[in-house]
């Protein structure tokens, strides 16, 4: 079974890999060295807030974009070539092929976060007073809500068309991060319907923002190791509910070949 899994993640990995899925960390290299001559007249503190900034909050729309994009059409792509049908028929069970689907891809991100985190913290050596060790820990973080978006995607891959899965994502990731907000807000309206319907929100939903301590971690905190185990803990629960969910519906799912 786990030799199964990994087949199915390192095939996925190569996949995305001859996709040239990587382009787009040339595109965040980029976008962190226009930011830096750009910044340039700026003092040194105002230009290494700005560019550890947009450098954590382009890693999270790069990764984002993986994630939708690749992940979205991830089963149907290979349900229109037939190769799924070859796949399943040899002793690989369907939960099996979407966890190695799931694995892959996250192998995926973690090649990419590993690049750009590269990327990112040489760029902030270049600026003088900028570098630290503390943006680790917002590394971890965008990892975690990124795999927490995988399975999110993994799930919706397998019950509709592409199209709707990354539409779908992209509504989940939205609503996540303000899902709090959406609560505090049903809570304030008279209408027991709305703030029911608030509440449902609140816990059918992933609450991204704990994930999100970029502005914190921008000025100057560090993020407690607490944080970051209950982070872990928060995301693979989450992850394992969809993917367990995700597995429920790809196994009752009809494959034409």
């Known amino acids: 079974m786990t030799g199964n899994i990994l087949t199915l993640a390192a095939s996925t990995f190569l996949e995305t890999v001859r996709d040239r899925i990587f382009y787009l960390v040339a595109v965040f290299g980029f976008i962190m060295l226009a930011s830096t001559a750009i910044l340039s007249p700026l003092t040194v503190g105002a ?14 729309v790069f990764g984002l974009l993986v994630v939708v994009f690749v992940g979205s059409s991830m089963v149907r792509k290979e349900l229109d070539k037939g190769t799924i049908v070859t796949i399943l028929s040899k002793p ?4 099996e092929y979407l966890i ?6 996250n192998l995926t991100l973690v090649s990419m976060l590993a690049v750009m ?4 913290l040489l760029m ?30 993994v799930l919706f891959s397998t019950s509709v068309s592409p199209v709707l899965a990354a539409v779908f994502t992209l509504g989940v990731f939205a609503v996540g991060h303000l899902s709090q907000s959406i609560r505090d807000f049903g809570q304030l309206q008279s209408s027991v319907f709305q703030r029911q319907m608030s509440e449902l929100v609140y816990y059918l939903t992933p609450n991204l923002e704990v994930f999100n301590l970029r502005g914190a971690v921008v000025h100057g905190a560090a993020v407690s190791g607490q944080h ?3 982070a872990t803990v928060y995301c693979v629960a989450w ?11 790809f196994s009752r799912k009809e494959l034409r070949g």
């Open 239 to 249: 992850t394992v509910l969809r993917l367990v969910i995700a597995g429920s519906i």
């Open 47 to 60: 230009q290494a807030k700005i560019m550890a900034d947009v450098g954590l909050a382009s890693m999270v």
């Open 117 to 120: 985190g590269l990327v990112f």
């Open 228 to 230: 970051l185990f209950m």
């Open 124 to 153: 902030l050596f270049l600026a003088p007073g900028s570098f630290s060790l503390r943006f680790l820990g917002a590394f971890y973080l965008t990892f975690l809500e990124l795999t927490l978006i995988n399975a999110v995607v």
């Open 92 to 95: 690989v069970g369907r939960r």
């Open 100 to 105: 190695g689907k799931f694995l892959g891809l």
